[in-house]
């Protein structure tokens, strides 16, 4: 089954408590990209990356890193957390940077205390 | 003031109903436009996009563009209890996506 998976589904921690959200697709796609949803907000793109070795920043790129060494993982890293960064996260991915079909992973709530 | 406006509800209509959706923007460098359902705890899916201004069908959704005005709007005819979920617009330019923050739907049984 083609799909985007994200792991851990439900994530709390305290704040500078480096912690990882991976993403994994099976699709082969080239494009990747994570979002955080806040409400009223909607869904603010962290960093994205158009092929393996490349990423660029999004809107909200400040406290996160990823990296992008393999085609089907993009892993998102907090290296220290706060409670600002407390979010609902989405990873998405898409054959290509040009292609607007965005497949997106059934999500990750962080909650930082 | 936000590069993509959205009436973010809740809307409630009851079964059958005609619904309209609708999203401003502000930014004319947007390209393509995108209609995304949610449903509660999961991820987005995209339902529809269309780049030039008119309609696009896709069985009971249409999709609705009109580039002069900066406004998108999306119509779900002979709606659904199953259509009760978020629905997101976004724009698309380069390697830039904006979303709209959301309507929540619920349709009535």
């Known amino acids: 089954e083609a799909q985007v998976t994200q792991n851990p589904r439900y994530l709390i921690t305290v704040t500078g408590k480096k912690l990882t959200v991976t993403c994994s697709q099976n699709?082969?796609?080239?494009?990747m990209s994570w979002y955080r949803q806040d409400p009223g907000l909607g869904l603010r793109q962290i960093y994205y990356?158009?092929?393996?070795?490349?990423?660029d920043k999004g809107d909200v790129p400040e406290g996160y890193k990823v990296s992008r060494k393999e085609k089907r993982n993009f892993p998102l890293i907090l290296e220290s957390p706060s409670p600002n960064q407390t979010s609902l996260y989405f990873c998405?991915?898409?054959?290509?940077?040009?292609?607007?079909?965005?497949?997106f992973g059934p999500g990750t709530r962080l909650t930082v205390t | 003031q936000k590069e993509v406006e959205q009436d973010p509800g809740p809307l409630s209509v009851p079964e059958g109903a005609i619904v309209s959706l609708n999203c401003t923007y502000s930014n004319s460098a947007f390209q393509y436009f995108m209609w995304y359902r949610q449903y509660s705890r999961k991820g987005p899916e995209l339902l529809m996009y269309t780049y030039s201004s008119g309609n696009k069908e896709d069985g009971r959704f249409t999709a609705q563009v009109d580039k002069s005005s900066k406004y998108i709007s999306l119509f779900i005819r002979d709606s659904q209890p199953s259509d009760s979920a978020t629905y997101l617009c976004a724009m698309h330019y380069g390697q830039n996506f904006v979303f709209g923050p959301g309507t929540r739907l619920s349709v009535l049984p």
């Open positions: 990356s158009m092929n393996v070795e490349v990423t």
């Open positions: 699709m082969n796609h080239e494009y």
């Open positions: 998405a991915s898409s054959l290509s940077q040009g292609n607007r079909e965005q497949y």
